[in-house]
């Protein structure tokens, strides 16, 4: 059996995961959206933190703010470039904290 891999439609963007050898895992796979063979591997965002406590159960400082500012980083990679300016004057308030 393959493994899976997740791969984004180059025509319509559509996101699908397909089954391919190791060996073939970079290669375009056909779109079941569009059907076109125009694709490309993707590599999903990962949060740059993963738990909100320690194993004792205390609350890791500044989780909260660095939850906001990913969670902002994210709306900003949806903006044009001159849009950005004010989200990331706000990211990096939240990351001095």
């Known amino acids: 059996m393959c493994p899976s891999y997740d791969y984004e439609c180059l025509n319509c963007y559509y996101k699908f995961i397909a089954s391919a050898p190791y060996e073939e895992r970079d290669d375009s796979q056909k779109c079941?959206?569009?059907?076109?063979?125009e694709s490309k591997r993707?590599?999903?965002?990962?949060?740059a933190f993963t738990r909100v406590t320690y194993v004792d159960g205390t609350k890791r400082k500044g989780f909260t703010e660095?939850?906001?500012a990913s969670e902002l980083e994210s709306e900003k990679s949806g903006l044009p470039p001159d849009e950005r300016g004010p989200i990331q004057k706000e990211i990096d308030s939240l990351k001095k904290l």
């Open 32 to 37: 079941p959206e569009c059907e076109l063979s």
């Open 42 to 47: 993707y590599y999903g965002k990962m949060p």
């Open 66 to 68: 660095l939850k906001r």
